[in-house]
Every structure is written in C-alpha cells, then in structure tokens.
C-alpha cells in the first residue's frame, strides 16, 4: 500500500496553498474564492513533502517546498504563477522539516531576511538564503534522521528521531546537546528563554533561565500548540484540552464544558 503523506495548509496574505503529498503544490485566492475557481499549480518534479511561506518586509514573500528526494524548489509569491526561481539540491534525502527566524526583528535585519534553515532524513540541517539560493552553512552534529527544526535569531535548535535535541550559533560554534527526549519528534519550538518539544506522547519543556522548571509532560494525541506570547501551551489527551503556563507553572483544562484549574493550588 502507497504512504499517504499529511496534508499541509498554510495561508499567506490572500493565498492558501496546499501541499497533499504529490508532485505539485496548489494555490487557491480565497478573496476570489468559488465553485468555478480553478487553482494555479506549481510543479516541483517529486513528490512534495514540506512547505513554508518565507515572508519580506516590503517585498514579495516566498513559498519554499522540499521534496522527498531532498530537493528544494523555491517560488516567488509576486508575478502569476509564482515563478521558480531556485531549485536546490543539497540535501541527499528527505526534506523533512523547515523554520523561519521566529524573531520578526532579525528576519528583518539587513542581509538576514532571507535566510531558512531545513532539515532532512539525510542526518543534516541546512542554513539558506532563499534570495540567491546560497547554502549558508550545513550542520552535521546528529547521527540519526532529523525531524524537526527552530530557528530564533542567531540560534537552530534541531530534534533526530531517536529524541536528541541540539542548539548552535548559526556560525557552528557553541553546540549544545540538550537531554535526550522520547523519539519520534513532532514538533519543536524555541525562543531562547524556552525550547519546547513534542513526541506523540510527551511534551518536554526545557526552562533555560530556571532549569528547575524543566518539565516532562504525558500526553496521548500529538496536537500541540505553543504560544511564546502568552507563554501557554495548548495541547489534547483523551477527554481534555489542557492549558499549561511556563510562567507560573499552572495548567487549566477544559473538559465536557467545564475549566478547572491548578494556578491556585
């Protein structure tokens, strides 16, 4: 029986694009949206295994796909049909994972917004600048596939899939090799003050500033959502979604039309 990849969606201004594991990606004007709406395609040439739109200050964003022979199509969101621009081809496998810098203020820096980083069943991560397809820098510190990747400032932290977490300067130098967590990485966030990190069955938070707040959390479904901002995150076991507070350590849940919570205990 053939894999069926997840289905991706992101929006990006008026555009939906859609990533449904084939050999195209397909974009939708939901301003314009109805019945007779055909959707533009863009062809990368393999089947499609990543998206992510690369937003500008000011300019045209661009929509970056990697596919399953590792291969990474790149597409301006400007002219019709969203021309290609790049097609790299570093990556020997697997493209399986992209981040954008996650702090607005160095992906609007002079020189830096343009950079990305991806990670790929090949056991690499990868810096780049989308602009003129430059591979900045590789990073090899993992021995196993790489699954998830952060990005925030001058930092990447990367997850594998036996549950290893790493975190260098984008330069290479100050590598940190984090505990090791429960395999099989879902998902995988960071701001410096925080990196957070999800199996199908646990969320691990690592408390830079007070370590003594590092936290392991069970969990039963994947879905996870991690908010920086209001330093919560959200996330879905059997019969409850559960709030927890990095800042105060409370978790509230929400069950069967009632919210409890632990703040004040």
């Given at each position: 029986m053939k894999e069926v990849s997840e289905c991706e969606i992101l929006k990006y201004k008026e555009w939906v694009i859609i990533n449904v594991g084939l050999k195209k990606i397909y974009v939708l004007d939901?301003?314009?949206?109805?019945?007779?709406?055909?959707?533009?395609?863009?062809?990368?040439?393999?089947?499609?295994?990543?998206?992510?739109?690369?937003?500008?200050k000011n300019q045209p964003g661009f929509l970056i796909a990697g596919t399953k022979h590792g291969s990474i199509c790149i597409s301006k969101m400007d002219k019709p049909g969203f021309p290609l621009i790049h097609k790299l081809k570093s990556h020997e496998s697997a493209i399986t994972g992209f981040a954008i810098n996650a702090s607005k203020l160095r992906r609007q820096a002079s020189g830096k917004q343009y950079q990305f980083v991806s990670c790929s069943s090949d056991y690499t991560v990868r810096l780049w600048d989308a602009l003129t397809g430059e591979c900045v820098r590789v990073y090899k510190e993992h021995k196993r596939s790489v699954r998830c990747v952060a990005f925030f400032e001058e930092r990447i932290a990367s997850a594998d899939d036996e549950g290893n977490v790493i975190i260098r300067n984008t330069d290479g130098s100050c590598v940190r090799h984090l505990r090791k967590c429960d395999p099989n990485p879902r998902g995988l966030e960071y701001n410096m003050k925080y990196l957070v990190y999800n199996s199908s069955t646990s969320i691990n938070i690592f408390?830079?500033?007070?370590?003594?707040?590092?936290?392991?959390?069970?969990?039963?479904?994947?879905?996870?959502?991690?908010?920086?901002?209001?330093?919560?995150?959200?996330?879905?076991?059997?019969?409850?979604?559960?709030?927890?507070?990095m800042e105060t350590q409370g978790k509230s849940y929400f069950r069967r039309g009632r919210i409890f919570s632990t703040d004040s205990l």
């Open positions: 939901h301003q314009k949206f109805n019945r007779s709406s055909n959707p533009r395609s863009i062809e990368c040439g393999a089947e499609i295994s990543k998206i992510v739109v690369l937003p500008v408390d830079f500033q007070n370590p003594a707040n590092d936290k392991i959390i069970k969990i039963d479904c994947p879905n996870v959502i991690v908010d920086f901002k209001s330093g919560q995150i959200f996330y879905q076991n059997e019969y409850d979604l559960s709030v927890y507070n």
